[in-house]
């Protein structure tokens, strides 16, 4: 039985302030922004608002996101209650899953460090980071890796433990060793690939809700083009912002959901971000959803106040959306070939 908390229904990916080397953000600015969303979305100690970090979601400075969101806390202690703070780890310095017991140690070395700020600003909840997430299988065998994990949870250095892009039998052979309390797994109108994976059965029978990452597209639903990107955006590197074909057949969806968007009088974020929550724990056109929180990341407060502004969609609406995905096929990896190698293992 998962402890997963009642958090509120979107959370915040912050990955975007730290991922693209040309794009910085001072800590006066990270502050303003994340200030401002919590504030927005209404978190309480009881439904926190769920934030999403990673030891090594720095360029070039590895630990610049964890950095960030530690020091936050030394401006607004009173907030520290009102999160609950997912961090992945377990990548090595070339960005290859690294799940040895010598990459996690250096890796809650670093959480310790840069996130004792928000430890001690607790009040009401333990001062501790409430969940670590594996990013991905690594060579080790997942029964060690979860034995030596579920050790360090017992010693207190985080509350729950997540998995990222796992398969639903290795999900099962964690489970078999030590309670996992959720799943971080790419969701979105783009990638829906999980329904038929087995996963939803398996998150649904242990209750555990599944993160949904990139929820819009990698902002590709938000109508994000190629053009915007910056040089040395990774995003480059991927099939459906660098290869034409895909980008014209992934438009397709892009622009059905902009209309469906324009009819309802809302953004397009808001329909992608609404589509899941509305799914959540539900049954629809014969498929069961199990608990779906997206975390989609805006370093814009503007647009990540709108992102979680979610409304309930009717069954018209959802209707509607599922006929033309019915006639539509997604083209290209969700990353590249290398990088899909290392998901959903
Ligand atoms: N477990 C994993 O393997 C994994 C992998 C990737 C990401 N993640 C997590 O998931 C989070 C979200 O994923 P993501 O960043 O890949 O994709 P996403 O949330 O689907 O899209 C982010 C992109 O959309 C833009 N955007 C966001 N809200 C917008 C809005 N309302 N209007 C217009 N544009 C908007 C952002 O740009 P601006 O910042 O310029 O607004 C950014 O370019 C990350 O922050 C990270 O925490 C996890």
Redesign the pocket.
Known sequence: MSTFPDVQKVGY????FTWIPSRKFTQEQFNETLKQVIDKSNATVEHPILL???EF?GVPERHENISLIGNFFKSYPDYADKVYLSV?GGIGPHWNPDTSVESFESCFAAINKYLQPLYEARTKKPKTLDVF?M??VGKEPIEEVMQYLGRKRSEGVFSELCL??VSAATLEKALAVTPISCI???F?LFDRYLADTGVFEVTRKHNIPIIC???????L????KTSDLAKDDFRNHMDRFSDQETVNNNNKLVEEVHKISQKLNM????LALSWITTLSNTEFNGVKYPKLIP??????AA??I??ISVVTLDKETLQEIADFLSTFKISGYRYNKAANATLDI
Request: hydrophobic share 20%; glycine share 16%.
């Open positions: 990916g912050l990955m975007s999403n970090g990673g979601y992945k997430t990013s991905r990222s892009e971080e797994m790419e979105s990452y990139s929820p819009l597209g990698k902002g639903l938000t109508g994000l953004q397009p974020s808001q975390i989609p990341g805006s370093a814009n647009r990540q709108e992102n």
